[in-house]
């Protein structure tokens, strides 16, 4: 493979170049109907808030597989206005699926989730580790 650097930083070739670059589509696309994630580490474990207005809760779906966490939901929602000499209906989907990698000391069979206000929270709570016990050896 070669690389070949470009000179273009301005003007239409470079936008265009940049509008076709593939990475850039794809960057794009990936981000569009993909809410907006934090994740923060708790005490307890970890909390993932995902920013999701418009939805039900009954539109989440949540699972864990092979020490993955996936979101997804789908939202379809239909708008008609109707007027004396025209009607117009439009309608609206949005899909999503985000997977997150679980660390080996979460408790999956413990994670909960609660839908408020647009935010999707869920509680990622670790194991509870057992202290270790020292074994006295007596000596004979």
């Known amino acids: 493979m070669t690389l070949i ?6 003007g239409f070739p470079f936008f265009m ?3 076709l670059n593939s990475e850039f589509k794809s960057h794009n696309h990936r981000n569009e109907n993909v809410p ?19 939805f039900k809760k009954e539109e989440f779906n949540l699972e864990v597989d092979n020490d993955t966490l ?3 939901s ?10 004396s000499k025209f009607t117009r209906r439009e309608f ?8 997150f990698n679980l660390p080996e000391n979460v408790d999956q069979n413990k994670i909960s989730a609660n839908y408020n206000h647009g935010v999707l929270q869920v509680s990622i709570p670790q ?4 202290a270790k016990k020292v074994k006295q050896i007596e000596i004979s």
């Open 36 to 54: 907006a994630v934090n994740i923060k580490e708790v005490e307890s474990g970890f909390e993932l808030e995902l920013a999701a207005p418009g």
């Open 74 to 83: 789908e939202h379809e929602e239909e708008k008609k206005d109707i007027d």
């Open 70 to 72: 996936i979101i997804s």
């Open 127 to 130: 194991k509870e580790v057992e």
């Open 17 to 19: 170049d940049e509008l």
């Open 5 to 10: 650097k470009k000179n273009r930083t301005h």
């Open 92 to 99: 609206s989907y949005t899909k999503f699926r985000r997977s």
